[in-house]
């Protein structure tokens, strides 16, 4: 949308984040089902929305704090999804929900919701939108490392060279331009 500069460094690393990214993937299997694949289109349909997202709402960033972005972002969400979820609000046996599913409910709304867009607000008011987008992909290596710490899942060597080329992704992505073209 040209609001930042390419520079190689950046198109090398969000490739190598994202081959790495996909790896992780891939050691799992893309065979699948029907099901499996309208899945995993939807997750690409995401990731293309949240970098739009992510250009989109830089300047906002700039100008707003991260709360206020944020608080603004979740009230309208709020209202855009009233005409789907009054239905299965109003017809919803609150009472026999337990305590702790309402715990956990606001831990994960607190948590990996409200506290993610947070930091990614404030990312962007310090950051260019594709740095940030860059560190989304170490979604999969933290959900790989907490799959193996609390679920006991085994860590590949697959996986853990997936990291390493994400790692070095975001690093590549995160250098500043050179400076070396525009000297005298």
Known sequence: MGRERATASKIVGIAV???????????????????SLLGDLLIIGN??????????????MARLSAR??????????????????????????????????????????????????????WALRHADSSLVAGYT?????????????????????MVIAAALMIFAGVYLASQPPSTASTAP
């Open 17 to 35: 984040a994202a081959a790495g990214a996909l790896l992780v993937v891939a050691g799992e299997g893309f065979e699948g089902t029907g099901k």
């Open 47 to 60: 990731s293309f929305a949240y970098g739009l997202y992510l250009v989109v709402s830089k300047p906002m």
């Open 68 to 121: 206020r972005v944020i608080a603004r972002m979740f009230a309208l969400a709020s209202l855009m999804m009233l005409p789907i979820a009054a239905w299965p609000l109003a017809h919803e046996n609150w009472a026999a929900i337990p305590p702790r599913a309402w715990i956990g409910l606001a831990l994960v709304i607190a948590g990996p919701t409200v506290g993610a867009y947070l930091l990614n607000a």
């Open 137 to 157: 992909y170490l979604q999969p290596v933290i959900t790989a490392v907490l799959a193996a710490l609390y679920l006991g899942e085994v860590m590949r060597p």
